[in-house]
């Protein structure tokens, strides 16, 4: 009886680190990070998120194209805060364009915190999927290292969001917030100062 080959599958890693300072409010950082819903939106495209109950969201990847196949992954997110402290990861993902794929596993796991300083953040993605039929004449390490390339792209990109449209998001409710602190303290300002004429 002939031995069956067993065909390992492939594997695919990134990490990103973020060290981000931040100059103005940094003492509101902790709270910020608090607003579950707000964060995650910032974080990633709110066009390709649903939530779908407290803690719990569905992101839609955008389409990544790998040699001749285009791939969608959907993956499905865990979010819970901390205090001062942010944490997602995946439950389970699903591949749209690959057909039926054996042995596809996704693992995501990022935290993002905050510091006397400003942001700090650490974020692992690793994936093991079986080598598609499409893709079975290209050889192994020039998969893994295409697969590896596409995964730091998308850790890369979430790093830049945080930067830029996290940091935007943040002043912005760092402003909202003030604006209603100072009301609240004029109204109760004006209440105290009719009760002493009273």
Same mark, same amino acid.
């Given at each position: 009886?002939?031995?069956?080959?067993?065909?390992?599958?492939?594997?695919?890693?990134?990490? =990103?680190?973020?060290? *981000?300072?931040? #100059?103005?409010?940094?003492?509101?950082? @902790?709270?910020? +990070?608090?607003?579950?819903? $707000?964060?995650?939106?910032?974080?990633?495209?709110?066009?390709?998120?649903?939530?779908?109950?407290?803690?719990?969201?569905?992101?839609?990847?955008?389409?990544?194209?790998?040699?001749?196949?285009?791939?969608?992954?959907?993956?499905?997110?865990?979010?819970?805060?901390?205090?001062?402290?942010?944490?997602?990861?995946?439950?389970?993902?699903?591949?749209?364009?690959?057909?039926?794929? =054996?042995?596809?596993? *996704?693992?995501? #796991?990022?935290?993002?915190?905050?510091? @006397?300083?400003? +942001?700090?953040?650490?974020? $692992?993605?690793?994936?093991?999927?079986?080598?598609?039929?499409?893709?079975?004449?290209?050889?192994?390490?020039?998969?893994?290292?295409?697969?590896?390339?596409?995964?730091?792209?998308?850790?890369?990109?979430?790093?830049?969001?945080?930067?830029?449209?996290?940091?935007?998001?943040?002043?912005?409710?760092?402003?909202?917030?003030?604006?209603?602190?100072?009301?609240?303290?004029?109204?109760?300002?004006?209440?105290?100062?009719?009760?002493?004429?009273?």
């Amino acid at each position: 009886m002939p031995c069956r080959e067993m065909v390992m599958p492939l594997t695919f890693s990134a990490g =990103q680190r973020l060290d *981000l300072p931040v #100059d103005r409010n940094q003492q509101h950082l @902790a709270a910020y +990070l608090q607003q579950e819903e $707000r964060v995650v939106e910032a974080l990633l495209d709110a066009r390709q998120l649903t939530k779908m109950r407290a803690g719990t969201y569905r992101y839609t990847v955008t389409t990544l194209q790998v040699f001749q196949l285009q791939v969608k992954p959907v993956v499905s997110l865990e979010v819970c805060t901390d205090q001062g402290s942010l944490h997602m990861r995946a439950l389970d993902c699903e591949l749209e364009g690959l057909g039926i794929v =054996q042995d596809f596993s *996704l693992t995501l #796991d990022a935290t993002l915190s905050c510091d @006397a300083h400003g +942001l700090s953040g650490d974020a $692992r993605l690793d994936v093991q999927v079986s080598q598609p039929p499409l893709l079975k004449l290209i050889p192994r390490k020039v998969l893994e290292k295409t697969g590896e390339s596409i995964l730091g792209g998308i850790l890369l990109g979430i790093k830049t969001r945080v930067g830029q449209q996290l940091m935007t998001d943040f002043r912005a409710w760092v402003k909202t917030e003030l604006s209603a602190e100072s009301s609240q303290q004029t109204s109760e300002k004006c209440v105290t100062v009719q009760n002493r004429r009273a």
